[in-house]
């Protein structure tokens, strides 16, 4: 649960393997070198219950690894509790937008702000595809669509 003084953010996707660890690792990175990771809570969660325990898919993890991040996230579930605990729950499409809400609907004064996490990207591609049954060309573009949001979410909530 995040104390006082610190922010808080949860990234979401549709299994917690592709999309959702990506944009945590890249935060993670560029608030630690930032200066500012000791200041928020991150992590990653998924809509689905479908993988819970898996590690990120391993293109995902190539694609982290060749931008010198790493992580040793386990895909797992939101929780109710996430919309109470979390500032911010940023998520990747509308299908996940709308489980998001659907869920949070049935918690009491949640406190989160849902959001795609699309909707920090400065050159305002909304939707982060899911690239699960795509190419290492598709977890590129994944990356680089969380690194563009990511930036504009950190500089937002500084």
Known sequence: ????????VLFVCLGNICRSPIAEAVFRK????????????IDS?????WNIGSSP??????????????TSHRAQQVTKEDFMSFEYILCMDESN?????????????????????????PQKQLIIKDPYYGSDEDF???????VRCCK???EANC
């Open 57 to 70: 898919d391993a293109r995902g993890l190539a694609c982290l690894r060749k931008h010198g991040i790493e």
């Open 97 to 121: 937008l709308s489980d998001l809400k659907r869920k949070a609907n049935s918690v009491n004064n949640y406190r989160a702000k849902i959001e795609l996490l699309g909707s920090y990207d």
């Open 45 to 49: 969660g998924a809509t689905s219950d």
């Open 30 to 41: 560029m608030a630690t070198d930032a200066g500012a990771v000791d200041k928020w809570v």
């Open 1 to 8: 649960m995040a104390g006082s003084g610190t922010k808080s």
């Open 152 to 154: 504009a979410f950190l």
């Open 140 to 146: 590129e573009k994944v990356y680089e669509q969380c």
